[in-house]
């Protein structure tokens, strides 16, 4: 919910409250991510939506709209510990494009971080620039030296290749 709420409402409504909101949004019909499971069990999470659905993101100075093409963004990625370092957040981001494209996106867009250096998990929680690399994503701008803007056209059909073993598209 950080992006989707503001920086008050937020800290407001951290733990239960930011729950409780993507609970009422989820009730209400919206879809709000995938899901990647293992033998039933959810492994990740990646939040994708149109790109205004992200008040948060639209006043981000470094992540700042690059052209006026109308885009679908992944704003956060989630993999269980077990999970990491198996090739579940690229899956995520298929099934991410495949569920934007589905809905009529033709762009897809991610603010990865890029730092230099290995960082501990929780810093990366918008994803990686290599896992975007390796879903397809090109850098499209740089809103910062560590923040790259990572693009992925889209048509009608797209489909990951080969398929998305970890993906629930529903």
């Known amino acids: 919910m950080y992006w989707r709420r503001s920086a008050a409402e937020h800290r407001r409504g951290k733990g239960r409250g930011n729950r409780e909101a993507l609970r009422r949004l989820v009730a209400a019909g919206k879809v709000p991510g995938v899901l990647a499971y293992a033998g039933g069990t959810p492994i990740g999470w990646c939040a994708v939506a149109p790109r205004e659905s992200y ?97 992925l056209a889209l048509t009608p059909d797209w489909s990951p290749p080969g398929g998305a073993s970890y993906i629930s598209r529903q």
Do not use: N, Q
């Open 55 to 151: 008040p948060r993101l639209e006043r981000a100075r470094v992540l700042k709209r690059i052209d006026d093409h109308p885009v679908w963004s992944v704003v956060c990625l989630f993999v269980a510990k077990s999970h990491r370092r198996h090739g579940v957040s690229v899956a995520l981001l298929e099934g991410a494009a495949a569920f934007a494209a589905s809905r009529g996106a033709r762009l897809l867009e991610g603010y990865p971080v890029e730092p230099g250096r290995p960082l501990p998990d929780p810093f990366v929680w918008t994803g990686t620039a290599a896992a975007f690399r390796a879903a397809r994503f090109t850098e499209a701008a740089r809103g910062a030296p560590t923040r790259p803007i990572m693009r």
